[in-house]
């Protein structure tokens, strides 16, 4: 698993949280797209109410990006965005 901040095709900064590669390689795929789901729902969950960023679950790279909004403060959505996303993977790691 692995949280970045990649570029959208447009050069806009996206968090992304990607699930661990060793385990996409050997897993089913139904399997990974439970994964890539529950873990949407789980960013979802987390997502503060007056955020305005879309939590984007994909399936086929194995990760969730979250496409932040145009016109805001976009660090500092990106900085919230990124603190959701660590709050999800401490969350996972302590239900472990």
Not at 68 to 87: H, I, N, W
């Amino acid at each position: 698993m692995g949280i970045e901040i990649n570029e959208s095709r447009y050069g806009n900064p996206q968090p992304v949280y990607a699930l661990n590669r060793d385990w996409v390689r050997s897993a089913h795929h139904r399997e990974v797209a439970a994964a890539v789901y529950d873990l949407a729902a789980r960013i979802e969950r987390r997502t503060p109410t007056g955020a305005s960023w879309v939590v984007v679950p994909d399936v086929h790279r194995a990760l969730v990006r979250i496409e932040l909004s145009e016109g805001g403060d976009s660090k500092t959505e990106q900085d919230a965005a990124m603190a959701t996303l660590r709050a999800v993977a401490w969350a996972t790691l302590a239900s472990t």
